[in-house]
């Protein structure tokens, strides 16, 4: 599963754009806690979150998430939008609540429907 299928699914949108679209991706991961999202986010891992600022940015880079997803209508700040933009952190957003973005996302990933 790759971050352009994520991105192709009706639930979600692109924010920022990835350079690399075809980066696959490992699973899904919830998470409002930085600290937290800093010592247990997968590489490659999906981020669903509400988090909306440059922290976020930061840690998703130190885990080397595939991407963010802003849930439940969150929309990006215009300078979290450019920072992303400028350090190729693909962000996405969805009107989902968390945890159902996040199986969203597991049920593309596995093929699957729950």
Same mark, same amino acid.
């Given at each position: 599963?790759?971050?352009? !299928?994520?991105?192709?699914?009706?639930?979600?949108?692109?924010?920022?754009?990835?350079?690399?679209?075809?980066?696959?991706?490992?699973?899904?991961?919830?998470?409002?806690?930085?600290?937290?999202?800093?010592?247990?986010?997968?590489?490659?891992?999906?981020?669903?979150?509400?988090?909306?600022?440059?922290? %976020?940015?930061?840690?998703?880079?130190?885990?080397?998430?595939?991407?963010?997803?802003?849930?439940?209508?969150?929309?990006?700040?215009?300078?979290?939008? !450019?920072?992303? %933009? !400028?350090?190729?952190?693909?962000?996405?957003? %969805?009107?989902?609540?968390?945890?159902?973005?996040?199986?969203?996302?597991?049920?593309?990933?596995?093929? %699957?429907?729950?």
């Amino acid at each position: 599963m790759t971050i352009d !299928e994520i991105a192709s699914m009706d639930a979600f949108t692109y924010v920022t754009m990835p350079e690399d679209g075809s980066r696959e991706v490992t699973r899904p991961y919830c998470c409002d806690l930085l600290s937290a999202a800093m010592r247990s986010a997968p590489e490659g891992g999906v981020w669903c979150t509400i988090m909306n600022n440059n922290n %976020t940015l930061a840690v998703a880079s130190l885990a080397d998430c595939a991407c963010i997803i802003l849930c439940d209508d969150v929309q990006p700040q215009p300078e979290v939008i !450019e920072k992303a %933009t !400028e350090q190729d952190i693909c962000v996405m957003k %969805t009107k989902l609540p968390i945890f159902e973005a996040a199986l969203e996302v597991y049920n593309k990933i596995h093929g %699957t429907e729950v």
